[in-house]
């Protein structure tokens, strides 16, 4: 079984750019995580969908981070405009239905973003 | 509130010896706690996670962890450390189905 892919795998850009990162889950997972971690840190919940709706976005900065789940497969983050401190490791992660406090997610390699 | 807390940035053990990672929770609520690990350049993996069926949870590559609610702990053990078992590793707590991570411990093991 395939696991969860991103990409790109390292994305480096200037302060004000524009980046987007892209996730495929594991197929049939319902739920949708991204995390930011940040160098030294534990991951930190960044948005959750469930199948194509937004179930928590709380700590996205809305300002500059957008996501979507358009057909309730893939999702897009994008920050608009990076800065310095958006340097960090952006994972994704799924999990079979969500809605669960004991149900396992399942994480992708993650991509590396530095800004400049 | 739920939350973690892992007692050491950086643990150095030699190759055989016992590996002892710690973790503190605070949950107001039955938790559900996981130990994930990750390697350089890579995502996170899950070793084990408890449920709160058996106290002792037994996960992955010899790993295995104890639940001690008068502790509040979940304390990550193995009893033979591995070269291979150099990595970061992360406890965690699920809040409603989100979870919280720690800040990780970095596990280095030496010849």
């Known amino acids: 079984e395939a696991g969860v892919a991103q990409s790109p795998r390292y994305k480096i850009i200037e302060k004000r750019q524009s980046v987007a990162f892209w996730c495929n889950p594991i197929?049939?997972?319902?739920?949708l995580y991204w995390y930011q971690q940040i160098l030294g840190q534990g991951p930190k919940l960044l948005i959750q969908?469930?199948?194509?709706?937004?179930?928590?976005d709380s700590q996205l900065p809305k300002d500059r981070f957008s996501a979507e789940r358009l057909k309730g497969v893939d999702s897009t983050l994008k920050i608009q405009p990076a800065k310095l401190e958006d340097s960090a490791v952006y994972l994704c992660?799924?999990?079979?239905?969500?809605?669960?406090?004991?149900?396992?997610?399942?994480f992708g390699p993650g991509t590396r973003l530095l800004v400049l | 509130a739920q939350s973690v807390t892992q007692l050491g940035s950086h643990v150095s053990v030699s190759e055989g010896a016992l590996v002892l990672l710690r973790c503190n929770y605070s949950?107001?609520?039955?938790?559900?706690l996981f130990w994930y690990v990750q390697y350089p350049n890579q995502g996170l993996q899950l070793l084990l996670k408890?449920?709160?069926?058996?106290?002792l949870v037994k996960g992955i590559n010899g790993f295995e962890a104890e639940f001690k609610k008068s502790e509040t702990s979940f304390h990550l053990t193995k009893p033979s450390a591995h070269m291979s078992d150099a990595a970061e590793y992360f406890c965690?707590?699920?809040?409603?189905?989100?979870?919280?991570f720690g800040t990780g411990t970095r596990l280095q093991v030496f010849p």
């Open positions: 992660a799924s999990s079979l239905v969500g809605g669960g406090r004991q149900e396992t997610q399942y």
């Open positions: 197929s049939g997972h319902a739920t």
């Open positions: 969908f469930q199948n194509n709706g937004v179930v928590d």
């Open positions: 949950s107001s609520v039955p938790p559900y």
């Open positions: 408890y449920t709160s069926a058996a106290t």
């Open positions: 965690a707590v699920s809040s409603s189905d989100k979870l919280i």
